[in-house]
C-alpha cells in the first residue's frame, strides 16, 4: 500500500512512503471509515435517540459538517507530509499562526487510543460471534435465548477479556509487520462483500412483512422528540463513522500522492460509508419490531437482532459466519486507522520503530479497554455521568474530542491556512472550492459549536 517512491517534485515528502495509487488511498480511508460505527453503532444510537429525525440531522451532519471537515483534515496531511502533532506544529508556524496548534494532533491521538480502547471490546464481540455462528449456536433459536447467549458471554469478564485481548493482538500484530498491503486487498474485497450480504439481508427484511415499520422508523421525524443531546449524538455519530476530528484521516493524507483529488476522494468515502450505515439500519429495524425487540435496546442490539435472523433462514449458519468474518475484518482496518496517529507520532517524535510502537501503543489501549470489558460483567455497577465506564468513554470521545478535534481542524483550514494554500492542495479555485470554503468557514465551525453549546446548555 505504501510504496517509497516519492514523486513529488521537490516538495515535501513523507517519511512512511506514499500509498501507491488513488484507489489504494480510498480503500484504506474506507477501510477505516466503514467498521463497526455503521452496523453496530449506527442502528443502536439511532434506536436510542428516536429514529427519523435523528437519522436526518445525522445525514445533514455527514453532508455539511463531515464532507467539509474531511476535506480539510485530508488537504493538512498532505500539506505537512508527517504524523498529524508535527503536522499541526509545522504548518501553524507555516501559515503565520503557533506551533501550539499541535495540540489539536494530540487531542487526536488521545481520541484515537480512548476509543480503540472500548471498540476493541466491541470487536472481541464480533470475532466471539464468529464462533458462535459456526457452531450453529442460533439456528432455530427464539429471541429470549439469543438474548441470552449475548447476555451470559457478556457477563463473563474472562470471555471479554479474552475476546478483546485477542483483537488488540491482530491489531498490534498488523501495525507492527505494516502487512497493509495485505489489508488493502481485504478491504477491496470486503466492502463490496459487505455491502452484497446487507443487500441479502435486506430482502430477508423485507420478507418479514414488517420492513415498512422500519423504514417509518428510521425516516419520520418527530421532531419534538429530538432534543439537543440528540442532535449531539448525531453530530458525535457522523465524526465517529468518517473516522474524522481524530487526525486519523489526517495521518492517512500525510501518504498522499500530489495529484490526487481530495474532493474526488472524500465523496467516494462518505458515499460508501453513508450507505453501508443506513443498510444496516433498514435491516436491523424491521427485525426489531417483527420479533417485538426495542429499538433503544442498547449496545447489544445488532448481536440480539442479527443473529435470531440468521437463525431462522435457511443457509443461515453460512451467511452469519460469513457476516462476523466480513465485520471483523471492518472492524480491524477502522483499528488500523485509530492507532495511526499514535504510532506515527512515537516513530517521527521518540524515534521507535514501527514494531516497538505497535507494542507500546496496544499494550496501553489493552489496559484501558479493561475498563470497558468489565463494565459489562463486575464493573457493572460503577456507573457515572452518563453510565457506565464504556458508555463514558464511548460518549466523551464521541461527543466531546471528535467534534471539538474536528471544529480546530476545521477553523485552522478555513481561518488560519491561506487561500493559496488550501486552493494548490483542493486544485484550482472552481465552484467546489468556494463551497467548501464557506462550509469550512462558517457552516460548520458554527454549527459544531452550537450543537455543543446547546447540548451544554451554555445558550
Ligand atoms: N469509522 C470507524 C467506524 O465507523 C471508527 C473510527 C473512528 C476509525 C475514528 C478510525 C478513526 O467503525
Request: net charge neutral.
Amino acid at each position: 500500500m505504501l510504496s517509497n517512491q516519492t514523486n513529488d517534485g521537490g516538495k515535501r515528502t513523507s517519511l512512511h512512503g506514499h500509498w501507491s495509487s488513488r484507489m489504494a488511498f480510498i480503500l484504506a480511508v474506507t477501510g477505516s471509515a466503514v467498521g463497526l460505527g455503521n452496523i453496530w453503532k449506527f442502528p443502536y444510537i439511532a434506536g436510542q435517540n428516536g429514529g427519523g429525525a435523528f437519522v436526518l440531522v445525522y445525514l445533514l451532519c455527514v453532508v455539511l459538517i463531515g464532507m467539509p471537515v474531511m476535506m480539510s483534515e485530508i488537504l493538512i496531511g498532505r500539506r505537512g507530509r508527517r504524523n498529524p502533532v508535527a503536522t499541526m506544529q509545522l504548518l501553524g508556524k507555516e501559515e503565520g499562526s503557533t506551533g501550539a496548534w499541535k495540540w489539536v494532533g494530540v487531542i487526536g491521538v488521545l481520541a484515537g487510543i480512548l476509543i480503540l480502547s472500548y471498540y476493541s471490546v466491541v470487536a472481541g464481540w464480533v470475532l466471539t460471534y464468529v464462533v458462535k455462528s459456526v457452531t450453529g449456536t442460533f439456528t432455530g433459536q427464539s429471541a429470549e435465548v439469543v438474548s441470552a447467549v449475548f447476555n451470559q458471554f457478556t457477563g463473563s469478564w474472562k470471555s471479554v477479556v479474552a475476546a478483546h485481548t485477542i483483537f488488540m493482538a491482530l491489531t498490534v500484530f498488523v501495525v507492527a509487520r505494516g502487512v497493509e498491503r495485505g489489508l488493502e486487498q481485504a478491504v477491496r474485497f470486503m466492502v463490496p462483500a459487505l455491502l452484497l450480504l446487507m443487500l441479502a439481508l435486506l430482502g430477508y427484511a423485507i420478507s418479514t412483512g414488517h420492513f415498512m415499520e422500519g423504514v417509518a422508523f428510521m425516516f419520520t421525524p418527530d421532531w419534538g422528540k429530538l432534543g439537543w443531546n440528540s442532535v449531539l449524538a448525531a453530530l458525535g455519530q457522523a465524526f465517529f463513522t468518517l473516522s474524522i476530528g481524530m487526525g486519523a484521516v489526517m495521518a492517512y493524507g500525510a501518504y498522499l500522492p500530489e495529484e490526487t483529488s481530495i474532493t474526488g476522494a472524500s465523496a467516494a468515502v462518505v458515499v460508501a460509508d453513508t450507505s453501508i450505515a443506513i443498510l444496516a439500519g433498514l435491516v436491523i429495524f424491521p427485525l426489531v419490531f417483527a420479533n417485538n425487540l426495542s429499538p433503544a435496546e442498547g449496545p447489544g442490539l445488532v448481536f440480539h437482532t442479527l443473529p435470531l435472523a440468521f437463525g431462522q433462514m435457511s443457509g443461515g449458519v453460512l451467511f452469519s459466519t460469513v457476516f462476523f468474518v466480513l465485520l471483523s475484518f471492518a472492524a480491524w482496518t477502522s483499528a488500523l486507522g485509530l492507532v495511526e496517529p499514535a504510532v506515527a507520532w512515537l516513530v517521527e517524535h521518540f524515534h521507535k520503530t514501527r514494531a516497538q510502537a505497535a507494542v507500546i501503543i496496544g499494550t496501553l489501549i489493552w489496559f484501558i479497554g479493561l475498563g470497558s470489558a468489565l463494565s459489562f460483567n463486575v464493573l457493572g455497577d460503577v456507573r457515572f455521568l452518563n453510565g457506565t465506564i464504556f458508555d463514558n468513554v464511548d460518549y466523551v470521545t464521541s461527543n466531546v474530542m471528535l467534534p471539538v478535534g474536528g471544529l480546530l481542524i476545521v477553523v485552522f483550514a478555513g481561518w488560519i491556512m491561506c487561500r493559496n494554500s488550501t486552493a494548490e492542495e483542493l486544485g484550482s479555485a472552481g465552484t467546489l472550492y468556494r463551497i467548501w470554503r464557506v462550509l469550512a468557514r462558517y457552516l460548520a465551525p458554527i454549527g459544531i459549536l452550537m450543537v455543543l453549546g446547546k447540548a451544554v446548555g451554555l445558550f
